[in-house]
C-alpha cells in the first residue's frame, strides 16, 4: 500500500527477466579476477570512514588504481549492532557518521568502487553486525540504494543450513536488485564451492582465513591448487586476501606469495595499509609484469607441476601460447630448480624467449628447460614466449 508506483521498465529489461530462471543467472563481473583492497588483515575492526577516505586516497595518489586494483571493501565490523526501526542494515554511526551512501559517493568519485561484507547467517563471524539469512531481498536493495558494488559474504552463525541454498539466494536476491554487485563467497572451502559456485558467484574462498606467516600462506596456495578446473572468466578461486605488507614474512616470501597468488589468477586483495606501505612492498604489488599474469584474458589458473621435496615449479597457459612460469624454492636452503618443457605445457622442441618478471630481463632462444639458482623461500617467475 504505502509503495510507490513501480516505474515502467524499459522492454529489453521485461526480456531479460523473463527468459531465464533467476536461478541461472549471473553479472557479466570478473572476466579476470578482481583487484582491490580489504580492512581486514590490517585494521580487523577498527575501521572508520576517516581511515576508508584516505585509504581511497592512497589507491589513486600511490598509482595502485592505474594498475587495475578498483575495490575498496570494508570487512565485518562497518555496521550497527541491530537493525534500524524498517529492519534495514545501517552503517554504525560513531564509525561511519556520514553514512555509506555519502562513503560510495567518494569512493566513486575516485573513479573506484566500494565493497561491503555480510553474512549468510544470523549475525557475522564478529557478532557485532547483523547477518542476512532471512534477510537477503532487503539486504540487497540497501545495498544497491548505497551504491555499493561488491560484497563479501562469509559463512558464521548459519543454522546448519545448506550453504548452495544460502549463498544463492543472496545472489538472487542481487540479481533482482538491479545493481550490478560482485558477489565474493567466504564459505571457507567448506563443502567444496568450486563445485557448484560458479553458476553464480564471481570468486569463492577455498580456504580457511589466511595468516601473516609462511605456513598459513602456502599451505592456502596448496589447498587452492586442486579446484584449478573450475576457474576462468566470471568466477574464480579465492585462497584469501593477500598479507604482502603487513610484516609477519620476508621480503622474499611476500614476493612469493603474490607471484603465486598471480599466477593461480587469485583475485590481488591488497591487505596493508596502503597509506603507509614501505618501498619493497610497494615494489611488489605494483609490479606490472605478474599483475598482466593475473589479469590474462585466457583466465587459466596456473597451478603446480612438478614438485621434488621443497622444490616446485609452477606454471600456467597464457593467451598467445605464452606460458607463464613460478620456480619456487620452499626450502631451508639456496637450491636450483629446473623446469622442462614436458611439465609445462611447451613442446619439447620449443624455442622461447624467457622475461624475468622480477628482474625485467629477456634470455632469447631458450630451448628444452630452464634453470635457476634461489634463496630459501625465494622464488623467480617468467613469461615463456614461444618463437
Ligand atoms: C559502533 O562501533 C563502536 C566501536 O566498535 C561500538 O562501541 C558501538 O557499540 C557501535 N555502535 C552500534 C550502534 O552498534
Ligand atoms: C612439437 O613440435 C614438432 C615440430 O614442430 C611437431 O612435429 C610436433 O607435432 C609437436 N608436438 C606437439 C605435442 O605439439
Ligand atoms: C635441458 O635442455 C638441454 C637442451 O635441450 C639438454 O641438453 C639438457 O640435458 C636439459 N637438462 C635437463 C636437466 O633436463
Known amino acids: 500500500m504505502a509503495r510507490a508506483a513501480a516505474?515502467?521498465?524499459?522492454?529489453?529489461?521485461?526480456?531479460?527477466?523473463?527468459?531465464?530462471?533467476?536461478?541461472?543467472?549471473?553479472?557479466?563481473?570478473?572476466?579476470?579476477?578482481?583487484?582491490?583492497?580489504?580492512?581486514?588483515?590490517?585494521?580487523?575492526?577498527?575501521?572508520?570512514?576517516?581511515?576508508?577516505?584516505?585509504?581511497?586516497?592512497?589507491?589513486?595518489?600511490?598509482?595502485?588504481?592505474?594498475?587495475?586494483?578498483?575495490?575498496?571493501?570494508?570487512?565485518?565490523?562497518?555496521?550497527s549492532h541491530d537493525?534500524?526501526?524498517?529492519?534495514?542494515?545501517?552503517?554504525?554511526?560513531?564509525?561511519?557518521?556520514?553514512g555509506m551512501r555519502a562513503l560510495a559517493d567518494y569512493v566513486h568519485g575516485k573513479g573506484l568502487k566500494l565493497g561491503l561484507y555480510g553474512d549468510a547467517g544470523l549475525r557475522t563471524c564478529s557478532r557485532l553486525q547483523p547477518g542476512s539469512l532471512g534477510?537477503?531481498?532487503?539486504?540487497?536493495?540497501?545495498?544497491?540504494?548505497?551504491?555499493?558494488d561488491y560484497l563479501k559474504y562469509d559463512n558464521c552463525n548459519n543454522q546448519n543450513i545448506s550453504p548452495l541454498t544460502r549463498y544463492n539466494r543472496m545472489s538472487e536476491a542481487l540479481m533482482n536488485s538491479g545493481r550490478d554487485v560482485f558477489l565474493s563467497l567466504c564459505e571457507w572451502g567448506v563443502d567444496d564451492p568450486a563445485t557448484w559456485a560458479g553458476s553464480f558467484a564471481n570468486s569463492w574462498r577455498t580456504t580457511e582465513d589466511i595468516k601473516n606467516t609462511w605456513e598459513s600462506m602456502t599451505d592456502n596456495a596448496d589447498k587452492n591448487d586442486k579446484w584449478?578446473?573450475?576457474?576462468?572468466?566470471?568466477?574464480?578461486?579465492?585462497?584469501?586476501?593477500?598479507?604482502?605488507?603487513?610484516?609477519?614474512?620476508?621480503?622474499?616470501?611476500?614476493?612469493?606469495?603474490?607471484?603465486?597468488?598471480?599466477?593461480?589468477?587469485a583475485p590481488l586483495i591488497l591487505g596493508c595499509d596502503i597509506s603507509s606501505m614501505s618501498a619493497e612492498t610497494k615494489e611488489i604489488?605494483?609490479?606490472?609484469?605478474?599483475?598482466?599474469?593475473?589479469?590474462?584474458?585466457?583466465g587459466v589458473q596456473g597451478r603446480k607441476v612438478q614438485q621434488d621435496g621443497d622444490l616446485e615449479v609452477w606454471a600456467g597457459r597464457l593467451s598467445r601460447g605464452r606460458v607463464a612460469l613460478v620456480?619456487?624454492?620452499?626450502?631451508?636452503?639456496?637450491?636450483?630448480?629446473?623446469?622442462?618443457?614436458?611439465?609445462?605445457?611447451?613442446?619439447?622442441?620449443?624455442?622461447?624467449?624467457a622475461h624475468d618478471l622480477w628482474t625485467d630481463e629477456v634470455t632469447s632462444s631458450m630451448q628444452g628447460n630452464l634453470t635457476?639458482?634461489?634463496?630459501?623461500?625465494?622464488c623467480k617467475m617468467y613469461v615463456l614466449t614461444p618463437k
Open 7 to 79: 516505474p515502467l521498465l524499459p522492454f529489453f529489461f521485461l526480456l531479460l527477466s523473463s527468459t531465464s530462471p533467476a536461478a541461472a543467472q549471473k553479472n557479466l563481473l570478473g572476466r579476470t579476477p578482481q583487484m582491490g583492497w580489504n580492512s581486514w588483515n590490517h585494521f580487523g575492526c577498527k575501521i572508520d570512514e576517516v581511515i576508508i577516505r584516505k585509504i581511497a586516497d592512497a589507491m589513486v595518489d600511490t598509482g595502485l588504481a592505474k594498475l587495475g586494483y578498483e575495490y575498496i571493501n570494508l570487512d565485518d565490523c562497518w555496521a
Open 372 to 378: 635457476n639458482k634461489m634463496d630459501s623461500h625465494a
Open 135 to 148: 534477510y537477503e531481498d532487503q539486504d540487497a536493495r540497501t545495498l544497491a540504494a548505497w551504491g555499493i
Open 285 to 298: 604489488i605494483t609490479n606490472q609484469n605478474v599483475i598482466a599474469v593475473n589479469q590474462d584474458k585466457l
Open 327 to 353: 620456480l619456487w624454492n620452499r626450502g631451508p636452503a639456496e637450491a636450483s630448480i629446473t623446469a622442462s618443457w614436458s611439465n609445462i605445457g611447451l613442446n619439447q622442441s620449443a624455442v622461447v624467449d
Open 83 to 98: 537493525r534500524d526501526s524498517q529492519g534495514n542494515l545501517a552503517a554504525n554511526g560513531t564509525a561511519f557518521p556520514s
Open 228 to 265: 584449478a578446473p573450475y576457474a576462468g572468466p566470471g568466477g574464480w578461486n579465492d585462497p584469501d586476501m593477500l598479507e604482502v605488507g603487513n610484516g609477519g614474512m620476508t621480503i622474499e616470501e611476500y614476493r612469493s606469495h603474490f607471484s603465486i597468488w598471480a599466477l593461480v589468477k
